[in-house]
């Protein structure tokens, strides 16, 4: 069950509040992309990942994603379908960074 499903008025005061503190949003999408990028240099590092700009992977893997974790999209994380649809986008995001 989706954050938004549980109590909806409180996610929508989250939303309100995440735009109204952009710092703090900016903060925690750099965060995002900074573990994303350690996972995608390490994984280069290690032979697992096809070689590439580690923060140009970040960033593209992060958009591909972000149906499953921005806030705007919460009423989606409803469908039943939406766990089955988020492991066919990691597998094809695996699929294009892996070391052939």
Known sequence: MGEGE????????FRVLAMEH???SSA????????IRAI???GIAGGDFAAGEPEVI??????????????THA?????????AESEDVVSLILNG???R
């Open 6 to 13: 549980e109590d909806p008025e409180l996610f929508a005061t």
């Open 22 to 24: 952009s710092s703090v």
């Open 28 to 35: 925690h999408i750099a965060f995002l992309l900074a573990q």
């Open 40 to 42: 995608v240099a390490d």
């Open 58 to 71: 970040a960033r593209a893997v992060l958009n591909a994603t972000s149906r499953f974790h921005h806030p």
């Open 75 to 83: 009423p989606e994380w409803r469908s039943p379908e939406v766990e």
């Open 97 to 99: 960074i892996r070391a």
